[in-house]
């Protein structure tokens, strides 16, 4: 028999090799500090925790229930919120939960366009499909890459959604809530704004504040721009008329246990309190520099020749940018030879591509979150788009340029903006 435990390890320590040479660029991605790690791995992640701290239903949660206690308090501290449910185990569990804790079958939401960068979880064909309801998704304003705020009125008007979700997985600009809250309070629709990719910079204070203007329901993954463990969120500041605030956050209760998790997964939530700790002190300056590179390499890239989106917007207010590669043959070959040079980046429709394009679509996303993460500034981005424009432009042998991105990444890979700050990011557990 293959000796399995040899192969896995071989093939983790090649991991861990591939992302120390190269540059980790998915927006949705991020790297934990070595104090969240520690927790990675420890008994919680063997044990049953169902149900709420001093609630529970099997013994042996005393000190699990201290965690989750404090795990909730520093979400509730960190996004300034009475109320905040850290179980979910991902973005899309989070979702779920509000769908089936908020709203039932048939009944009305509208939501962000998948076609335009929106997530699955808000498609028909993703959660709120499978939970039944009629979706209307809002109109979509193409040169600003955001929602089109008077065509969006009259669709909540008309329409009259008792679910109003927003937020976006190819997340450029803030979301108009403000613009579109008189609208929503006449409908008296329950806003609901779906945080997962800019968690981080909205908990560092740098992007839009959803709860300040107008939201009652916030979910996000946790480890997007929040740079914890892969897990989800669910906060809540209810203001809608639409529902009395303690039947709000029952009904958000009840939607995670039993609606759509039994037990959670502890030893992450242990991470998760780490991070929340960290980003309580490190948060803003993490997040004012994340986006001060997005800029600065849409503004890189764009001097190179890239045709980067919203270029009369400075390209970005967040961590994301998305660059049109059409001309340049498409995305497909283009991802491949960026791996190939040890950067790691996706393909992504753009909003006028045609379904039947999904296998060589227009855009490639990239996000600046974990490049800064690792103490990258302005002055790498640059640096960084030179290797895009000698894979995508200059047609340079890939194998030659990753041999100078691997040179480049030496300096970049240890884990900042966290305590302990300074430790290798790739090497934290010897592999067997
Ligand atoms: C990534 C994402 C999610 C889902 O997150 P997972 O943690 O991967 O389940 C939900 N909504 C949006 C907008 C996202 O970008």
Redesign the pocket.
């Known amino acids: 028999m293959e000796d399995v435990p040899n192969f896995i390890n071989e093939m983790v320590r090649q991991h861990h090799q591939l992302f120390e040479n190269g540059l980790p660029m998915i927006a949705?991605e991020n790297v934990l500090s070595p104090a969240a790690r520690k927790f990675m791995v420890c008994d919680f992640m063997d044990r049953y925790a169902e149900g709420l701290p001093g609630e529970r239903y099997y013994q042996g949660n005393k000190y699990v229930d201290e965690v989750e206690i404090k795990c909730n308090e520093l979400a509730k501290e960190l996004f300034k919120v009475p109320y905040a449910d850290v179980r979910p185990i991902?973005?899309?569990?989070a979702?779920q939960a509000v769908l089936f804790g908020m709203i039932k079958p048939t009944r009305t939401i509208t939501v962000p366009d998948v076609s335009a960068g929106?997530?699955i979880?808000s498609a028909e064909f993703g959660s709120v499909g499978f939970r039944g309801l009629r979706d209307y998704s809002y109109p979509w304003d193409l040169e600003n890459m955001n929602i089109d705020v008077d065509e969006s009125i009259k669709l909540i008007r008309n329409k009259r959604p008792e679910l109003a979700l927003f937020?976006?997985?190819v997340f450029l600009f803030p979301t108009p809530i403000k613009e579109l809250m008189d609208a929503l309070m006449e409908v008296e629709a329950i806003v609901w704004y779906?945080g997962?990719?800019v968690l981080g910079l909205i908990g560092g204070g740098q992007f839009q504040d959803p709860f300040r203007e107008g939201v009652d329901i916030m979910t996000g993954?946790t480890?997007?721009t929040l740079p914890g463990p892969?897990r989800?969120i669910i906060l809540c500041e209810p203001k809608s008329k639409g529902m009395k605030p303690e039947k709000m956050m029952r009904k958000l209760n009840f939607g995670v246990f039993p609606g759509v998790l039994s037990n959670h997964h502890l030893h992450t939530m242990a991470a998760l309190a780490i991070t929340l700790a960290e980003h309580l002190k490190f948060g803003e300056a993490y997040a004012k520099q994340v986006i001060k590179n997005a800029k600065a390499l849409g503004q890189a890239l764009h001097e190179r020749g890239f045709k980067v989106l919203c270029e009369h917007l400075n390209f970005t207010e967040s961590h994301t940018i998305a660059m049109d590669v059409k001309p340049l043959g498409g995305a497909a070959q283009l991802v491949i030879d960026l791996e190939t040079a040890y950067i790691i980046t996706n393909k992504n429709l753009l909003p006028w591509d045609h379904v039947d394009d999904a296998l060589n679509p227009s855009g490639i996303r990239l996000g600046s979150q974990e490049l800064t993460r690792l103490g990258m500034k302005e002055s790498e981005m640059d640096e960084v788009a030179e290797f895009f424009k000698r894979i995508c432009i200059d047609k340079e042998d890939p194998k030659k340029v990753g041999a100078d991105v691997k040179d480049f990444k030496k300096n970049f890979n240890t884990v900042q903006y966290c305590f302990g700050a300074g430790t290798p990011a790739y090497k934290m557990f010897e592999v067997i």
């Open positions: 949705s991902s973005g899309t569990n979702n929106a997530h979880s937020g976006m997985s779906d997962a990719h993954s480890h997007k892969q989800g």
